[in-house]
């Protein structure tokens, strides 16, 4: 694997019974670039994500991430791994309802030696970035979608991943609202070299991605 690649994947497959829905992919990403994934719904986007962020194993086929083959890790070793390495970004935002702000975004943090201040601060300065600083102490039901998406992105970024994988991060909001957190994605590509792997839908295509990939059919075609 060259330097510059962040993450590969070969010949992936995977099966649910006899369905197969991604058939042989092979797709490598290289450090800070931003990659868009669209297609149909059902054409694999989110299987494909899953195995490439080691959240869910191929049927066959391998993944290197940050120049580490994560495919035969133990569950332990990739669990660890994605925390440290690794920042997920989901259309339905996945905050812990029963926590503030300021407590999603340092929940990733709590594994690691740290003091509670320690936690808190660096929690703040993420929402600072995403000019949520005013609404750290908010659980998510007093916050807009728009609002969530940004102390998820900060959740994602707590522990300085150099690749974020991003599902249909504008998925369920407005079309200005997705304006903005696009914004955030292409500065974070732009300005902290952040590599990204977007699945987004052709009419949400960021204006600042390296490389757009289709899928159709658990395939890429283009
Ligand atoms: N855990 C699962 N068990 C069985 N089938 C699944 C599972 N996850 C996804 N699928 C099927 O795999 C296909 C691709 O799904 P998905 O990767 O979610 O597509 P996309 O994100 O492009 O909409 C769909 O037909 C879906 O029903
Ligand atoms: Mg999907």
Not at 17 to 38: A, D, I, P, R
Not at 71 to 93: H, K, Y
Not at 207 to 219: F, Q, S, T, V, Y
Request: aromatic share 4%; net charge negative.
């Amino acid at each position: 694997m060259n330097s510059r690649t962040i993450l590969k994947g070969t010949g992936l497959s995977k099966k649910y019974g006899n369905l197969e829905v991604v058939k042989g992919v092979s797709l490598s990403m290289e450090k800070g670039e931003f990659v868009c994934l669209t297609g149909k719904s059902g054409s694999g986007k989110t299987t494909l994500l899953s195995l490439l962020s080691g959240l869910e194993r191929p049927t066959s086929g391998h993944v290197e991430l940050d120049e580490k083959d994560i495919t035969g890790a133990t569950e332990d070793e990739l669990a660890l791994f994605r925390r440290e390495n690794v920042g997920f970004i989901f259309q339905s935002f996945n905050l812990i309802p029963t926590l503030s702000a300021w407590e999603n975004v340092a929940l990733p943090l709590f594994p690691i030696k740290m003091t509670g201040d320690e936690r808190k601060r660096r929690a703040t300065e993420l929402l600072d970035r995403m000019e949520m600083g005013h609404r750290m102490d908010h659980l998510p039901s007093a916050l807009s979608g728009g609002e969530k998406q940004r102390v998820a992105i900060a959740r994602a970024l707590v522990n300085n991943p150099e690749i974020l994988f991003a599902d249909e991060p504008t998925g369920n909001l407005d079309s200005a609202t997705e304006d903005a957190i696009m914004e955030i994605l292409n500065r974070l590509h732009i300005q902290e070299r952040v590599a990204i792997l977007m699945v987004t839908h052709e009419r949400e295509l960021a204006k600042n991605a390296d490389r757009l990939i289709r899928m159709h059919d658990g395939e890429i075609i283009s």
